[in-house]
């Protein structure tokens, strides 16, 4: 099973959108609080080069934000990344 990881940030609707698109997957996942100024936030930039929220990771991985995990999902990549396939 792949471990996935999404920084996010409360009071972010892109936040909310990701988390629901995982959710609605059946993945487990682990949600990690990165408001501004936190030491989550600085690991989240630190991992995936981003300043913005959520950032999601699969084994590591920057999948990216909200776009980039819907666009994903689109193009029905997203589920073998999230190792659903």
Excluded: W
Excluded at 20 to 28: I, Q
Excluded at 43 to 66: A, H, N
Aim: glycine residues 12%; neutral net charge; aromatic residues 4%.
């Amino acid at each position: 099973m792949s471990k996935i990881e999404i920084f996010t940030q409360p009071g972010c609707p892109y936040c909310v959108h990701a988390v629901g698109l995982l959710r609605s997957k059946g993945v487990e996942f682990q949600e990690i609080n990165a408001p501004h100024g936190s030491a989550e936030r600085e690991e989240s930039i630190r991992r995936s080069g981003r300043r913005t929220v959520p950032q999601t990771f699969v084994d590591g991985t920057c999948l990216g934000g909200c776009d980039d995990l819907m666009a994903l999902d689109r193009a029905g990549r997203l589920d073998a990344l999230l190792g659903k396939a």
